[in-house]
């Protein structure tokens, strides 16, 4: 088992090392899918865990010997974007279990983010949002000048809070990402998830563009062809996940 803390985290050892054996029987369950969360507390740190499926065999190994695994990206890359002035939970450690020679599982531990909602507010309409998705596109220019291209930036992986007239956000689910220098195309295309709403897309990509000198016509018309090629492949997708669940 390969464990790796924050040392500003050391006192959380013990625990952290339990983690693979006492995870399924303590916590709060947050989120359940294809991974599972959960919420814990311990010494007066509140912390989020997340477990990751046991990936499928080939995985195993690639992870083991080639690729880094889930855990160890979503803890290196929440440091990186820290150091970019970016926020997300703080990591406090991850946990590598193998079974033999090959990686078998993954925990990914954060301190909890309290930031109280999520772009999904956005995800039919504006309403009287305006303002928030200003400073959302004022946001991503953020990230995409720093480099950072965030591969599911979907509306459950962006937190924010109102402060005053400020709005802080913060990403989340990590593992996926890419860094360098952005083409145009990679930095529109980046907002085909965050809404199905043509409206809400229009508006952020406007209000993006206006930031970086770009056309606006063009970049919004850009960005609303890649929105609109993903929300067609999700649909086809639930479509015939949900005609394989009738089928059997």
Not at 40 to 59: A, H, L, S, W
Not at 80 to 93: F, V
Not at 143 to 152: I, T, W
Not at 227 to 237: C, I
Request: some cysteine; overall charge positive; glycine content about 6%.
């Amino acid at each position: 088992m390969n464990v790796i803390i924050n040392p500003a985290y050391s006192k959380l050892e013990t625990f952290i090392r339990q983690l693979p054996v006492s995870f399924s029987k303590g916590g709060d369950l947050i989120y359940e899918a294809r991974n599972q969360i959960k919420r814990f507390k311990e010494q007066g740190v509140d912390m989020t865990v997340k477990c990751y499926k046991v990936p499928i065999r080939v995985n195993r190994f690639i992870y083991a010997f080639f690729r880094p695994s889930k855990a160890k990206r979503a803890y290196e890359y929440a440091i990186y974007l820290l150091n970019k002035g970016i926020r997300t939970p703080e990591p406090i450690a991850y946990i590598e279990v193998k079974k033999g020679l090959v990686f078998y599982q993954g925990y990914f531990v954060s301190k909890m983010e309290n930031y109280p909602r999520m772009m999904r507010d956005f995800y039919n309409s504006i309403g009287t949002g305006e303002h928030i998705l200003r400073e959302f596109a004022k946001f991503t220019l953020k990230v995409h000048e720093a480099g950072v291209l965030h591969l599911d930036y979907s509306p459950g992986n962006v937190l924010f809070e109102e402060v005053g007239n400020d709005v802080h956000f913060s990403l989340v689910d990590l593992n996926r990402m890419r860094f360098g220098k952005l083409s145009r195309k990679e930095c529109l295309r980046n907002f085909d998830r965050i809404s199905p709403s043509d409206e809400v897309t229009t508006y952020i990509v406007s209000e993006y563009a206006k930031l970086r000198g770009w056309d606006v016509e063009s970049s919004v018309k850009t960005a609303l062809y890649y929105k609109t090629e993903f929300w067609k492949r999700t649909a086809k997708k639930a479509a015939l996940k949900n005609k394989m669940r009738k089928e059997h």
